[in-house]
C-alpha cells in the first residue's frame, strides 16, 4: 500500500508540472505544440476551455487505444482527466503571466519544455501507464509496424494541420517545439539517469484480475464450511 501511495503521489507531481510546462509554452505566446495547437483550435471551434479540449480529445483517444487492444493503466486515465483540469486552474486564475518578445517569449518557452522533461520523469516513472496520446502511438506502431518516429511524427502532424484549420495558434514556436521537445526529454532523463525500458507499468486489468483472485480465496474457506 506504500508503495502504491508513492507511485501515485510521483505520477500526481508529473501531471501537474506537466500542465505547468503546456502553460508556459502557450503564454510563451510564440506558437503552440502540435497537440496544443489542436486543443485550442478545438477550444475555439466550440466554446469550451483549452483543459476540457485536452480531456475530451483525450477520452476520444483512449477509447480508441482500447478498441484497438492497448491496454490502460490507472495513469492513462488519471492523464486524460487532471492534466486538462490543472490546465484550466492554472490558465483561469492567470498564475503564469503572459509575455510578450521573442526574447522573454523564448525562455519561457524553453523553460517550459524543460518543465515538462522533468514532469515526464515524475509520470512515466510511476509506472501506471501512459497518456492517452502516448498510448496512440504505441497502439498505432504496433499495428502499422511502422517506426515509433514515423507514427508519432504522423500524428502530430495531423492535430498540427487540424487545430490550425480549427483556428489554433501557430508560429516559430510550434517549429521549435517540435523539433527540440523529444531533446530536452531525452536529456531530462540522461540527467536523471532515467530509463523508460526498466519501468514495469501496473494495467488495470492486472488489478482487477488480482481483486478478483483474492475474493476468490475469501469465498473458499466459507464454501468448505
Do not use: C
Not at 36 to 65: K, P, R, Y
Not at 116 to 138: F, N, Q, T
Not at 146 to 160: D, G, K, P, Q, Y
Request: glycine share 12%.
Amino acid at each position: 500500500m506504500k508503495q502504491i501511495i508513492q507511485r501515485v503521489i510521483r505520477l500526481f507531481i508529473g501531471l501537474f508540472l506537466y500542465a505547468v510546462g503546456i502553460v508556459l509554452t502557450i503564454n510563451a505566446n510564440l506558437g503552440l505544440a502540435p497537440w496544443d495547437v489542436f486543443h485550442q483550435g478545438l477550444s475555439h471551434l466550440t466554446g469550451i476551455t483549452m483543459g476540457e479540449a485536452s480531456i475530451v480529445v483525450g477520452l476520444i483517444l483512449l477509447i480508441f487505444n482500447a478498441v484497438l487492444g492497448e491496454r490502460l493503466g490507472w495513469g492513462t486515465i488519471l492523464n486524460m482527466l487532471f492534466i486538462g483540469l490543472f490546465i484550466d486552474v492554472l490558465m483561469l486564475n492567470h498564475v503564469i503571466p503572459i509575455v510578450h518578445g521573442i526574447i522573454p517569449g523564448t525562455a519561457m518557452m524553453f523553460l517550459g519544455m524543460v518543465v515538462i522533461g522533468v514532469a515526464s520523469y515524475y509520470y512515466i516513472g510511476a509506472g501506471l501507464g501512459s497518456g492517452p496520446r502516448d498510448g496512440l502511438m504505441i497502439a498505432l506502431t504496433k499495428k502499422t509496424g511502422r517506426s515509433v518516429r514515423f507514427i508519432r511524427n504522423t500524428i502530430e502532424i495531423s492535430a498540427l494541420i487540424v487545430g490550425y484549420l480549427f483556428g489554433g495558434f501557430v508560429g516559430i514556436g510550434t517549429l521549435i517545439m517540435a523539433l527540440i521537445l523529444g531533446y530536452i526529454i531525452q536529456f531530462t532523463f540522461k540527467i536523471f539517469k532515467f530509463n523508460v525500458r526498466s519501468i514495469t507499468h501496473r494495467f488495470i486489468d492486472e488489478d482487477v484480475k488480482a481483486l478478483k483472485e483474492k475474493l476468490a480465496k475469501k469465498k473458499l474457506p466459507n464454501a468448505n464450511l
